[in-house]
């Protein structure tokens, strides 16, 4: 940040605090979420819905969010995001009930839904293409240390506190980010008045809000159930609705015109592919640890800290390496690094030392941070500054779209092959897992290779500062 002004930095300091606060709170509840379930009397189905239902909502928001990034100043985007997220979170905070509860994660997930879009597209202003990689990467420390810090800081925090604690220790800093906010935060960019697309609102909400729901319920492998075929195929039918509404309409929510770069368009297909193998096989480790192996959450959640740190604090060279070598070098280099970690973990035993899949995940995470925010940086840096909303918004609704995907798709491999090899050959419940993790994680090394090969169609990069 040597290369920015006083201005700018306040600016991304306090857009980069907003963003680790809304991520954070996406992973607090899973380890609390027994805690919930005890005091309001309800079923882990219903539980669930406190990640699930912020995710939902979190990703429904971020087709609008594109429209607000052009039509309001960043200065009141980013307070009102910020004050919705802080009442959603003094609500989840004092719930006297579960409906309460799950309101205020409802409120919460709005306000959060506009804090990634909107710090891309800040971020694609203030620096010069040569200077994005670095500036993404360290948007990516706060991205992946959240989701790392988050489960241990939530197992700490309901182990010796009340579970409101996860809402109520956090708002103070969602406050004073609030308040920072209020007296350094400048506008960057250009104010458009654009008119509402309602429709489009309606369509998108309505399509998105479907798949994200339709692959959610897929997560225990039943895509026979109404509850999956249904969501989904609505999902897709009013999806397509949404995008040929948009390409006809004079004004669209989103203008799919990014697509017409051959760059973003093709880093978008690596991420979607990308997305499917990340996710899905981020849940096959935990089932290995503790379901075959039968060791503690504890344990699991150790064997995963290397690689989630790794991740986390590796972002930002990640970011300088692209600067200096660009996508075409760096994302083979990590396929193949992600390719390698995913096949240890592809082999291991039922008496295989703990040590092995905490290094095969290391590794794999350590090929996926050489891709990530390449690929990203690759596909804004593709796109003139007049598009960078429409192709913020896009790219992150495709990832969270392929990101539920990939996990109810290698779920549904795992549990159909643990499935068969327990009727089949009559083989232990603990056997018939491990083979069906094995069979995921082979599955996702495929991908990555698909992914590897789609690196070959990157052109050499262009800079774009229109």
Request: glycine share 10%.
């Amino acid at each position: 940040m040597s290369s920015l002004g006083k201005r700018e930095r306040h600016v991304l300091i306090i857009l980069v605090a907003g963003v680790f606060l809304g991520f954070l709170n996406q992973t607090l509840m899973n380890t609390a979420l027994p805690n919930v379930m005890r005091e309001f009397n309800i079923t882990t189905t219903l539980g669930q819905w406190l990640t699930n239902g912020y995710m939902l909502v979190n990703g429904v928001m971020v087709p609008l969010t594109a429209f607000l990034i052009q039509r309001l100043k960043t200065r009141t985007l980013y307070l009102g995001a910020m004050l919705i997220f802080a009442v959603g979170t003094l609500i989840s905070g004092f719930a006297p009930n579960y409906l309460v509860l799950i309101s205020g994660r409802m409120v919460q997930a709005i306000g959060a839904g506009v804090f990634g879009p909107l710090l891309n597209v800040i971020v694609m202003n203030l620096f010069a293409s040569d200077k994005r990689g670095a500036a993404l990467g360290i948007i990516g420390l706060a991205l992946n240390f959240a989701p790392t810090i988050g489960p241990t800081l939530s197992g700490f925090i309901v182990t010796n506190l009340s579970w409101r604690w996860l809402f109520l220790g956090v708002a103070p800093l969602i406050i004073l980010d609030l308040i920072l906010a209020a007296i350094f935060l400048t506008n960057v960019g250009e104010q458009k008045f654009l008119k509402f697309n309602f429709l489009g609102v309606i369509l998108s909400s309505i399509g998105l809000g479907s798949l994200l729901y339709g692959f959610s319920n897929a997560g225990n492998g039943h895509w026979s159930s109404p509850n999956v075929w249904g969501f989904v195929l609505v999902g897709l039918i009013v999806t397509t609705l949404f995008v040929f509404q948009q390409i006809y309409s004079s004004k669209p929510l989103l203008t799919f015109k990014v697509f017409m770069y051959h760059n973003f368009w093709v880093s978008t297909l690596i991420n979607v592919v990308l997305m499917t193998a990340l996710y899905g096989g981020a849940l096959m480790l935990p089932l290995y640890m503790q379901t075959v192996r039968g060791q503690s959450a504890l344990i699991s959640g150790l064997v995963l800290m290397p690689g989630a740190l790794v991740t986390a604090f590796l972002s930002p060279t990640s970011g300088k390496l692209y600067d200096q070598y660009g996508a075409r070098v760096l994302a083979p280099i990590g396929m193949v690094l992600t390719f390698l970690g995913t096949v240890v973990l592809a082999t291991m035993s039922l008496h295989t030392p703990i040590w092995v899949p905490a290094v095969g995940q290391l590794v794999r995470n350590l090929g996926l941070v050489l891709v990530l925010m390449p690929i990203q940086a690759e596909a804004f840096n593709a796109v003139p500054l007049h598009l960078m909303p429409d192709a913020s918004a896009m790219y992150t609704t495709v990832r969270q779209v392929a990101a539920s995907f990939g996990t109810a798709a290698l779920i549904t491999v795992y549990s159909l092959i643990s499935l068969k090899q327990v009727h089949a050959k009559h083989t232990g419940l603990q056997l018939a897992d491990l083979q069906g993790i094995h069979i995921a994680y082979w599955v996702a090394a495929g991908i990555v290779v698909v992914s590897g090969l789609l690196t070959l169609l990157l052109h050499h990069r262009e800079d774009m500062d229109i």
